[in-house]
Each structure stands twice: as structure tokens, then as C-alpha cells.
């Protein structure tokens, strides 16, 4: 069974940047998709990007195009997004996710997901 442990979280200022990874492990990944959501205070969990693992397909919510880049290390079992020119409204709790689907990387939903990590938070200062 995969395990996510994710890391890279914490404060920047409006317009700085962080990168999150997320390493995975107890699984060999193939045809899966690798999922970023996220969850801002009082607000639903959202997906922010998505990958398929083996051809590297990605998809991003409108919001974030131009400014975040997911991407994987195959050979670390590891997912990344690069976010930049991040904005107070960014401020959320960052979830990486795991699905045996490799088709879920494409307008990815929850229920695609079903394996997920700790969590880490991003807060950005206005």
C-alpha cells in the first residue's frame, strides 16, 4: 500500500514561492495519477494539479495556470509542485494523493484519490 509523506510547507510572503514534495513508498508506481489538493480555511478541498505517472500528462484548476508546475522525479519516487507568485489566497493546507487510475490526472476529483498524505500547511502574508 503507497505511502505519502509530504514536506516543503511554511510562511512566504505575497509573491514568493515554495516548492512541495511529496515522496512515495510501499508501491511501484506505473499507470497511476499523483494528485495536489488543497483545503484554504472555511473552504471545500480543491484540486490544484494533477499527473500521470507514467507518460507525465498533467492538468491544473484555472487558478493556478501560469504560476504552479507539478512535476515527478521517477527515479526518487517524487512528486513536486513549484508554486510561485503565490497569493494570500493560496493559504491552505496542501494535500498530495495517490490514484490507481492513471486517467485521474485528467479534471481529477476526489473520489479519483485514494490514498493521501499528512497534509502540509502554506501560508502566505498579505
Known amino acids: 500500500q503507497v505511502q505519502l509523506v509530504e514536506s516543503g510547507g511554511g510562511l512566504v510572503q505575497t509573491g514568493g514561492s515554495l516548492r512541495l514534495s511529496c515522496a512515495a513508498s510501499?508501491?511501484?508506481?506505473?499507470?497511476?495519477?499523483l494528485g495536489w489538493f488543497r483545503r484554504a480555511p472555511g473552504k471545500d478541498r480543491e484540486v490544484v494539479a494533477a499527473i500521470n505517472w507514467s507518460g507525465g500528462n498533467t492538468y491544473y484548476t484555472d487558478s493556478v495556470k501560469g504560476r504552479f508546475t507539478i512535476s515527478r522525479d521517477i527515479a526518487k519516487n517524487t512528486v513536486y509542485l513549484q508554486m510561485n507568485s503565490l497569493k494570500p489566497e493560496d493559504t491552505a493546507v496542501y494535500y498530495c494523493?495517490?490514484?490507481?487510475?492513471?486517467?485521474?490526472?485528467?479534471?481529477?476529483?476526489?473520489?479519483?484519490?485514494?490514498?493521501w498524505g499528512q497534509g502540509t500547511q502554506v501560508t502566505v502574508s498579505s
Open positions: 510501499g508501491r511501484t508506481l506505473g499507470n497511476d495519477a
Open positions: 494523493a495517490f490514484s490507481a487510475a492513471g486517467s485521474a490526472w485528467y479534471r481529477p476529483r476526489l473520489s479519483d484519490y485514494g490514498r
